[in-house]
T-cell receptor, first 114, second 114 residues
Framework: DAMVIQNPRYQVTQFGKPVTLSCSQTLNHNVMYWYQQKSSQAPKLLFH???????NEADTPDNFQSRRPNTSFCFLDIRSPGLGDAAMYLCATSPPGHLYNEQFFGPGTRLTVL | GNSVTQMEGPVTLSEEAFLTINCTYT??????LFWYVQYPGEGLQLLLKATKADDKGSNKGFEATYRKETTSFHLEKGSVQVSDSAVYFCALIKISGGSYIPTFGRGTSLIVHP
């Protein structure tokens, strides 16, 4: 089945220790998104790619970076995680830009910062 | 900017009860509107959508009508089942600077008792 895969499902890191979360997709979608979701809050868009074009949300901290080496893979790098970065991180994809298109989500990676 | 407001949860119902989850939005122009559902341990998945005023989206017994005059997209189901227990997210997509930017509500938890 075509899908969006996130690894790992659970990640524990130490305060200030860099961490990378990964996302892969078999849908061949052009658009990929990274969201941060904290408990009882709306998913917050961090950035998205349209093909290789990177779009950073204005309020995304510099501590968060992303890489998309090819269509299938996208990475979220947190350079110096703080306690406030503990959250669920969601990856999503979407077919080429169209107002009516749904997003397809992975199961998420839950990040714990000790 | 764009925003989505959902009713606070959790919503607790008995099986076969009628469900309404309120959603209102703020956006200029004509966004597309979506309801996503998140079952425990899984990613978000599209439940239904509507792309223009007065459209009705429907799926699995759930319905929502795009009401531009009240800027609302309330989710309804006539008879809920225990298996409908999940978190429901209202969302919109709007064009911004050439990109399709999604905005999510904070989610409403639904608990259905036998």
């Amino acid at each position: 089945d075509a899908m969006v895969i996130q690894n790992p499902r659970y990640q524990v890191t130490q305060f200030g220790k860099p961490v990378t979360l990964s996302c892969s997709q078999t849908l061949n979608h052009n658009v990929m998104y990274w969201y941060q979701q904290k408990s009882s809050q709306a998913p917050k868009l961090l950035f998205h790619y349209y093909d290789k074009d990177f779009n950073n949300e204005a309020d995304t901290p510099d501590n968060f970076q992303s890489r998309r080496p090819n269509t299938s893979f996208c990475f979220l790098d947190i350079r110096s995680p703080g306690l406030g970065d503990a959250a669920m991180y969601l990856c999503a994809t979407s077919p080429p830009g169209h107002l009516y298109n749904e997003q397809f989500f992975g199961p998420g990676t839950r990040l714990t910062v000790l | 900017g764009n925003s989505v407001t959902q009713m606070e949860g959790p919503v607790t119902l008995s099986e076969e009860a009628f469900l309404t989850i309120n959603c209102t939005y703020t956006a200029t122009g004509y966004p597309s509107l979506f309801w996503y559902v998140q079952y425990p341990g899984e990613g978000l998945q599209l439940l239904l959508k509507a792309t223009k005023a007065d459209d009705k989206g429907s799926n699995k017994g759930f319905e929502a009508t795009y009401r531009k005059e009240t800027t609302s997209f309330h989710l309804e189901k006539g008879s809920v089942q225990v298996s409908d227990s999940a978190v429901y997210f209202c969302a919109l997509i709007k064009i911004s600077g050439g990109s399709y930017i999604p905005t999510f509500g904070r989610g409403t938890s639904l608990i259905v008792h036998p």
